[in-house]
């Protein structure tokens, strides 16, 4: 019944090892340790399969490549100028839909938070 089980598993290992969004080349990059012959296109495949059934959701930014990651409730992405890694925060968001001019109805909120990640300020 599932497809490509053994990529697909490949893939969310990959992603919870990292703790953050990844592109699909990323993806492809981190994933050949786990299934060595593992190929970009095979990778390809398996997001937009996993995509279509929810397992992954897809970030798309102005200006950055896609990345995916597991559903999760919402919280929010900080992006380092310097290594362009994208991270997940667990902060809490602040609702800021509570102070929508009259008429407009909100369907959802992302707070992206710009700036030098922990690794990078170390580095400096
Ligand atoms: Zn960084």
Redesign the pocket.
């Known amino acids: 019944m599932e497809r490509q089980t053994r990529q697909r598993q490949a893939i969310l290992d990959v992603l919870r090892k990292e703790k953050r969004p990844l592109t699909a080349e990323e993806i492809h990059q981190l994933g050949k340790a786990l299934v060595p012959r593992l190929g970009l296109t095979t990778v390809y495949r398996s997001i937009k399969d996993m995509l279509e059934d929810r397992d992954l959701v897809p970030l798309r930014y102005p200006g950055q490549p896609t990345r995916y990651e597991v559903p999760a409730p919402e919280h929010i992405h900080f992006i380092?100028?310097?290594?362009?890694?994208l991270y997940d925060l667990p902060l809490p968001q602040a609702d800021v839909t509570l102070h929508l001019p009259d008429g407009f109805v909100a369907e959802g909120q992302e707070l992206i938070i710009f700036g030098?990640?922990?690794?990078?300020?170390k580095n400096r």
């Open positions: 380092c100028n310097r290594c362009r890694r030098t990640c922990a690794e990078c300020s």
